[in-house]
């Protein structure tokens, strides 16, 4: 049987956090993190399979976290999951290198769909 699949939630509402956990739970190994600096920490770890980022942190926020994934090679899959939801919130996230923009309030069903995506995707590469 393959291994369940880990993901990082880095996601500072103290509420939204661990309710997000307990749905990708449903899928993934979950770790959450509330901040950004802890975020990028733990995403070079590399035991995550997919990330899933808000854009307003605490100590440093989502896109800058991105960018520095990015900027050393690092490929992960990642999935930004916030309140920042115009056309030019998306543009700015996905040119910063998110592979998927999901503004907030989200319907669950449509996040876990798009992560089974990003895991499709990333499998094909």
């Known amino acids: ?62 896109l800058s976290v991105l960018r520095a994934l990015r900027s050393e090679g690092d490929r992960i899959p990642v999935l930004l999951l916030t309140a920042l939801g115009s056309v030019r919130d998306h543009v700015e996230g996905l040119d910063a290198g998110a592979d998927d923009y999901l503004p907030k309030p989200f319907d669950a069903h449509e996040l876990l769909a798009r992560l089974r995506a990003l895991r499709r995707t990333a499998a094909m590469a």
Request: glycine residues 10%; hydrophobic residues 40%; proline residues 6%.
């Open 1 to 62: 049987m393959a291994e369940t699949p880990r993901l990082l939630l880095v996601e500072d509402d103290p509420e939204l956090g661990p309710l997000l956990g307990a749905i990708l739970e449903e899928a993934y190994t979950v770790d959450l993190v509330t901040d950004g600096a802890d975020g990028l920490h733990a995403a070079r770890s590399g035991l995550y399979d997919l990330i899933v980022l808000d854009r307003r942190l605490p100590t440093r926020d989502g």
